[in-house]
């Protein structure tokens, strides 16, 4: 278990600490995960005192999905854990307060005051909480370990990346600070470290030997879902490429580490990132595909396109599909280049790496020459396939493709949360599934030319997908003529 701590979460009130971050937290409570001595603090701008923050954190925790079936009596013992404070997050008083609840914890249960901040609030405010925690000395090691975890978007492009970047490290050591991507919380995103370097047959096909290409898909079946406030900021490059897609990404290319540790495996997604060919402003329409989707027909029910749902201007240029060529320039993958897809609005909710192996250099049976497939489901469906063809019976030589497949749920464990590893993980101070500033800084420079030239052009031709079906055409011609996106 972590050492005694105090959870301190700003924004505990909103959206993502009701649906994720509290049903984590109390899923690792519960299992003892967190120790006895452990508590958290909400802070929030809104005016509450501790009782009513208590009835907010149980209802929210009844009410989710995510929340694992409370033990008897463990919702009130949880209740004892929590704690309120609210303020001005530019003014000096609520970080003052949250001193004042380190060193209660203290005297609770003893130990340094150790404290992890989650800054689970919108964008706009991680600067200013980041300042204030400085400003008041809470930063400081001295007394207890001190940890900063960001939310997700960290910054909306590559300068104002580097200026939040700049704007943390005043008062925070990189080493203390957490970048939350969730798919790295995933458990199959991590069983792709575990097959490529606990195995010994991939690795040796893992190049441009063996490999035609790669292909990572994260199809979404929902919509909007009510998010149009910052959706319409963000677009699909924001929202899903330049974080789950990129990580997706380095974490299939790169290299093996030297360890499994957070700098060795840091050091090795920085250097396949620094290998992909950049993608200028010019080069955008040879290897980039936008859409957006229009209204259509989804499980038999008309669905809105996104121009119609609430709050979206009617003429909005904010794409919500991506599709994406990367051409690495390193030994191991010159000439072989990954596809990366990403939609709303797509036939259904899948997210898969599918390493597509080259056809076999000479064909002595009758008919076409398949390429292997090797594919990583990372959600549903959790687990790995191989597709290879295989003699049918019969007195003919008649080939057909078939499948080895491993399903996850063999080891008959549910999955944990993301959220619930992430956490865990950042309370122990291991940050190896956390980006690293220049992990960042590489992927927001892979997209920039993507963002400048779609929103400095001239106003896209949307809708171009209809809701229910694969994205727009020219998705295909970007991976065609010989290759196809897979049939998910
Ligand atoms: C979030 C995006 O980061 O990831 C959402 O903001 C998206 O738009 C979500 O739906 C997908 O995550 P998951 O875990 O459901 O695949």
Redesign the pocket.
Known sequence: APEPATLVIFGATGDLARRKLLPAVFGLWQDGLLGSAFNIVGIGRQDMNDEQFKDFVIQALEGSKETDTPQPGNLEKFRELLYYEFGDFSGDEVYALIDKELARAQDDHGGRKNALFYLSTPPSLFEPISNGLGRLGLADESEGWRRLVIE??FGRDLDSARELNDAIHKSWDESQVYRI???LG?ETVQNLMAIRFGNAIFEPLWNRGYVDHVQIT?S?D?GL?G?AG??EE?G?VR??LQ??LMQLFALTAMEAPAAFDAEAIRDEKVKVLRAVREIPRGRVKSVAVRGQYGPGTMDGAKVPGYRQEPNVRPASPTPTYVAVKLEVDNWRWQGVPFFLRTG?RLPK?V?EIAVVFKRPPLGIFPGGLERNVLAFR??PDEGVSLKFSSKTPGQEMVLREVVMDFRYDAFGAQLES?YSRLLLDALLGDATLFPREDEVDHAWQLVSGILEAWEGGSAPEFPNYTSGTWGPDAADELIGPDRRWRRL
Do not use: C, F, W
């Open positions: 997700k978007p991507d969730h798919y995933k994260a979404e929902l879902e998010r910052y959706y963000a699909v929202d899903m974080n789950h709303k909710k997210t990372i959600q993301p």
